[in-house]
């Protein structure tokens, strides 16, 4: 069974660029979920997907977008880059039948300068 | 709005000790608790869960306590290793399963 995988693993923007995360899920998940930790502080829900639609999201502005795809693997785009963005973005799978049990990713560090 | 508040924030045990993490929650849609381990760099591990319809779920030295009326759990870590250190949050799921996660608890244990 092949865990959830994330690339790149580490990333450095500048302020008012866009970047994009990937993520792999879990064989046999088909909801991806992505958060963002900053230093110190416990994940923060950024949104969901399921069977490739949104399927519920948190206090986060527009500029964050995902997509998923019809294996579910899921990208995370963030439009014009801030220096707040500067977090480890990880990405979790799971599956509806399978009780809520999420599993997490290693996660991408960006830093914004 | 914190609606899984997480104590202590931080803990230093003796190796062979019982670290105990605690948690109170006030959303009661809430229907799924796990915990999470987290080592530095890398991506939080689900270590245990319980639902609330269970008081206690125990998975080898890690036991859930759940108290449904209080709306609060715990996380009791027996014999706790020095391996054992890391930040552990706890969590709460409803719904589309977004997960609310606590502040997180910093472990040291000492040999």
């Known amino acids: 069974e092949t865990g959830v995988t994330q690339s790149p693993t580490h990333l450095i923007k500048t302020r008012g660029q866009q970047v994009t995360l990937r993520c792999s899920s879990q064989s046999g998940h088909n909801t991806v979920s992505w958060y963002q930790q900053a230093l110190g502080q416990g994940p923060q829900f950024i949104f969901q997907?399921?069977?490739?639609?949104?399927?519920g999201r948190g206090n986060f502005p527009p500029r964050f977008s995902g997509l998923q795809f019809p294996n579910y693997s899921s990208e995370l785009n963030v439009n014009a880059l801030e220096l707040d963005d500067s977090a480890l973005y990880l990405c979790a799978s799971s599956s509806p039948d399978q009780g809520g049990a999420q599993y997490f990713g290693p996660g991408t560090r960006l830093l914004v300068l | 709005q914190q609606q899984v508040k997480q104590s202590p924030q931080s803990l230093i045990v003796q190796k062979g000790g019982i670290s105990i993490i605690n948690c109170a929650y006030e959303?009661?849609?809430?229907?799924?608790f796990p915990w999470y381990q987290q080592f530095p760099g890398k991506g939080p591990a689900l270590l245990i869960a319980?639902?609330?319809?269970?008081s206690e779920k125990k998975e080898g030295r890690f036991t859930i306590s759940f108290n449904k009326s209080a709306k609060q759990f715990s996380l009791h870590i027996m014999d706790s290793q020095p391996g054992d250190s890391a930040t552990y949050f706890c969590a709460a799921l409803s719904g589309y399963q977004k997960v609310t996660f606590g502040t997180g608890t910093k472990l040291q244990v000492i040999p």
């Open positions: 959303n009661t849609a809430f229907d799924y």
């Open positions: 997907y399921y069977r490739e639609e949104e399927n």
């Open positions: 319980i639902r609330p319809d269970v």
